[in-house]
């Protein structure tokens, strides 16, 4: 990492991934900027950088203009979890369109680099495994995931054409299932929802017969994986996979999440969400090649730290009587 501190902007910098960015930019020396409209994220994520030096932190809302001077900008804004995101789906496209121009005509007014946290959403159900950037996905545009899909490939789109057209510097990261601490213990993501079922004793709920596979990305890492792509040169614009590539089945997950909790919850199964993408697996030769980088954490100590967490957390609801939002 260069040692010239930068100022930067984070959206979405409250929420589970923005909160660990913002600490480790800190932690780097740069003036960090945080925004969120609070929707998922949550000012107790970043509660340990408020009084910081380095930190700010301001409520906005990136589908209106915003104005500051930064030099990097990472666009992280976007409801990412599938009931979270189909809450109110006109808002999570607006997020991720209209967030996207503000953020681009931001970036166009400062010449500064930006950075855009997509998704391997846009590849959709893939019919091409592991999945590679130059395959251009599978996405149903009218279902009920389409909000987020669709939104998220608009947003590479502008990404593409601010940089043809006014020679933007950009970075567009593909990211692909990622846990850790500070995931939201209610945004129903199967890592936070198995843990938290687990840990309560309660029934651990697999969505179809549970064959489907993720491949899942220790949040250090990825967020390692991030500002090095952020540090490189103008000839690298992505877009990137940035994940693990150790593929698993959901019913596997479940089963490592028993062992590691000493669970005795019982396995339930419940219906596929719709367009529930069949199999996921980056294929990360790019970003070996040109970050010089892959996962670190093994699922088993990941799991581990994760769970912790949130057995911790549970600690903290069961003092105070409930999820603040604080
Ligand atoms: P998250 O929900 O914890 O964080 C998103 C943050 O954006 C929250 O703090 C939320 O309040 C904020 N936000 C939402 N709408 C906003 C708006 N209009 N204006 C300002 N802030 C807004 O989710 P996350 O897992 O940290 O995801 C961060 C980014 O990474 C998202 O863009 C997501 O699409 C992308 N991503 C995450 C994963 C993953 O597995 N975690 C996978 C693929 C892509
Ligand atoms: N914008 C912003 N901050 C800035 C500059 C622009 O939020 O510092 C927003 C503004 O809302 C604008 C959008 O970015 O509509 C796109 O900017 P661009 O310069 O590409 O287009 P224009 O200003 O012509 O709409
Ligand atoms: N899932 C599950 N039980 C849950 C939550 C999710 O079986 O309690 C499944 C879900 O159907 C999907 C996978 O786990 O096949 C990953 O779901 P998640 O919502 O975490 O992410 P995404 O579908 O966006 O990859």
Redesign the pocket.
């Known amino acids: 990492m260069s040692v010239m501190s930068r100022r930067i902007l984070v959206t979405g910098g409250a929420g589970f991934l923005g909160s660990h960015l913002c600490e480790r930019l800190v932690a780097a020396g740069h003036d960090v900027l945080c925004i969120d409209n609070y929707f998922t994220g949550r000012r107790a994520n970043v509660a340990h950088l408020i009084g910081h030096p380095r930190f700010e932190i301001m409520r906005h809302d990136v589908t209106f203009p915003l104005y500051v001077e930064v030099d990097e900008i990472y666009n992280l804004a976007c409801p990412?979890?599938?009931?979270h995101y189909q809450h109110d789906p006109v808002q999570t496209t607006k997020t991720s369109v209209h967030g996207a121009i503000n953020m681009l005509g931001l970036a166009k007014r400062l010449r500064a680099k930006i950075l855009q946290a997509s998704t391997?959403?846009v590849y959709g159900d893939p019919t091409v495994h592991p999945q590679t950037e130059n395959y251009w996905g599978n996405v149903n545009p009218i279902g009920f995931?389409s909000c987020y899909d669709e939104g998220k490939r608009c947003a590479e789109t502008l990404f593409f054409d601010y940089h043809r057209q006014h020679r933007l510097r950009i970075k567009v990261a593909r990211i692909f299932?990622t846990y850790g601490p500070r995931m939201h213990p209610q945004d129903?993501?199967?890592?936070?929802?198995?843990i938290m079922?687990a840990l309560a004793g309660a029934p651990?709920?697999?969505?179809?017969d549970?064959s489907?596979t993720?491949s899942f990305c220790f949040v250090d890492d990825l967020i390692e994986g991030l500002i090095r792509l952020m540090e490189t040169g103008d000839e690298i614009t992505g877009p990137m996979n940035i994940g693990n590539p150790v593929e698993m089945s959901?019913r596997e997950?479940?089963e490592a999440v028993i062992e590691l909790t000493g669970s005795r919850s019982e396995l339930v199964y419940?219906p596929?969400?719709h367009d529930?993408?069949v199999q996921?697996k980056p294929d990360i030769a790019f970003a070996r090649r040109a970050l010089g980088w892959e996962p670190k954490v093994k699922l088993k100590d990941g799991l581990k730290r994760t769970i912790a967490y949130f057995a911790a957390l549970r600690e903290d609801l069961e003092a105070t009587g409930g999820v603040g939002n604080g």
């Open positions: 990412a979890s599938p009931i391997s959403e995931r299932n129903g993501r199967v890592v936070s929802n198995f079922q651990i709920t697999i969505y179809g549970g489907q993720r959901i997950l479940a419940e596929l969400p529930d993408p996921r």
